[in-house]
């Protein structure tokens, strides 16, 4: 079993609609969480991080952290085109080196 | 500043041929990063380095090799390729102060072997 599972997809959604990503992990220590974005042929580049448990918002997007049940997620509101893309999700521990752990990725695809 | 760039975009090799793949940034970080990313495995440590003159290995180190000689540059260094290492490459720097220590991403270099 990998230490984080995020399902590959594809994802396909109507432009507009509210999107739903998630990341489940096995390892409690985990204590810092992050959501990177990867444009196709392009780098992986952060879009939101999280320590700890809670909520966090950042215009469109809302992370989330639910630590009782290894699970995050990432709520895109009104989606646009320019949203598609693949969305990983890391996550690391602070005596790790700040090695990051990742999931597979989703690709996100948002029709207009 | 450039960030992150990465040497050659494209590559291939056939069976036994070597290669360095090159990465340079200019944000004067102290740790980077070699990462592989295939499809639906993510992306998996190759090696990477806390600072100059440090090297440690990752995930997937067999058939690399890499050297940190200076701050800017972290070349990873194929010796004998095999098919097996077709993939996209992906080079990261960590910001090392403030309360996150964010990765950059280079464009990265999609090699084949034949």
């Known amino acids: 079993q990998k230490e984080v599972e995020q399902d590959p997809g594809p994802l396909s959604v109507p432009e507009g609609a509210i999107v739903s990503l998630n990341c489940t992990y096995s390892?409690?220590?985990?204590?810092?969480f992050m959501w990177y974005r990867q444009y196709s042929r392009k780098g992986p580049e952060l879009l939101m991080y999280t320590y700890s448990s809670g909520n966090k918002e950042d215009g469109r997007f809302t992370a989330q952290v639910d630590k009782s049940s290894k699970y995050i997620s990432l709520f895109i509101r009104d989606s646009q085109p320019s949203d598609s893309a693949t969305y990983l999700c890391?996550?690391?521990?602070?005596?790790?080196?700040?090695?990051?752990?990742w999931g597979a990725g989703t690709k996100l695809i948002i029709k207009p | 500043n450039a960030g992150v760039t990465q040497t050659p975009k494209f590559q291939v090799l056939k069976t036994g041929q070597s290669m360095t793949l090159q990465c340079a940034q200019d944000?004067?970080?102290?740790?980077m990063y070699w990462y592989r990313q295939d499809p639906g495995m993510g992306l998996r440590l190759i090696y990477y380095?806390?600072?100059?003159?440090?090297?440690d290995k990752g995930e997937v180190p067999n058939g690399y090799n890499v050297s940190r000689s200076t701050t800017e540059d972290f070349p990873l260094r194929l010796e004998l390729a095999a098919p097996s290492q077709t993939s996209v490459y992906f080079c990261?720097?960590?910001?090392?102060?403030?309360?996150?220590?964010?990765?950059?991403f280079g464009p990265g270099t999609r090699l084949t072997v034949l």
């Open positions: 380095s806390a600072s100059e003159g440090t090297t």
């Open positions: 944000m004067n970080h102290n740790s």
């Open positions: 890391a996550m690391t521990t602070m005596d790790s080196n700040y090695q990051l752990i």
């Open positions: 990261a720097s960590r910001r090392d102060r403030g309360p996150f220590n964010e990765q950059f």
């Open positions: 390892n409690s220590a985990f204590q810092y």
